[in-house]
């Protein structure tokens, strides 16, 4: 169904707007996926907080100017599906990973971070980065370590002249 202008000019705006916030974007062709197919994968996108849009290629280019996904303008050609990573970094590597896990005709085509164009190859190291709250078990059990080492630095010599005394004890019992 073609859209008038001001039709195409919402369109911009909005993918101009995800696109201003988003963390990593991913460019994946849809050819060949059914409309069920599609839905199932728009409500894994909502579930998973990625914003999801399939847009003219051209309106697409518009939107990204003066965003750091520009570096995406050259490279998209065929029928794309655009994927925005909005809270997590790694979720619309993930969620379109996993999508084609099952669906092969789902093909990723590009993958930008931070301003840099990548190809489909670096999907696979951007999916498995950790999602917040992992991120931040980790950073927590990084700040941890060093004060449980540094109890069990100050129990050691107690424990340890505990376990002297008794092996003296049983040294005395059995003689």
């Known amino acids: 169904m073609a859209l008038n202008f001001e039709q195409k000019k919402a369109v911009v705006a909005e ?21 069920e197919e599609m839905t199932e994968l728009r409500a894994k996108a909502r579930d998973e907080g990625v914003y999801l849009k399939v847009a003219k290629n051209t309106l697409v280019r518009r939107a990204v100017e003066g965003t750091e996904y520009e570096c995406m303008k050259d490279a998209l050609t065929g029928p794309l599906l655009f994927a925005f990573s909005v809270e997590d970094p790694g979720a619309a590597a993930r969620l ?14 590009l993958v ?4 840099q164009l990548y ?30 080492k540094f109890v069990r630095t100050l129990a050691e010599p107690h424990t340890k002249l505990v376990r002297t005394v008794a092996a003296v004890r049983d ?5």
């Open 171 to 175: 040294a005395k019992q059995a003689a």
């Open 15 to 35: 993918v101009a707007d995800v696109a201003g916030t988003a963390l990593a974007a991913v460019a994946a062709e849809y050819r060949g996926l059914t409309v």
């Open 119 to 148: 190809d489909d190859s670096e999907l696979e190291r951007l999916s498995k980065l950790p999602t917040r709250d992992q991120a931040l078990a980790i950073l927590m059990g990084v700040m941890k370590a060093p004060v449980e």
């Open 96 to 109: 379109v990973k996993d999508y084609a896990k099952d669906h092969d005709k789902l093909v990723a085509k």
């Open 112 to 115: 930008a971070v931070g301003g």
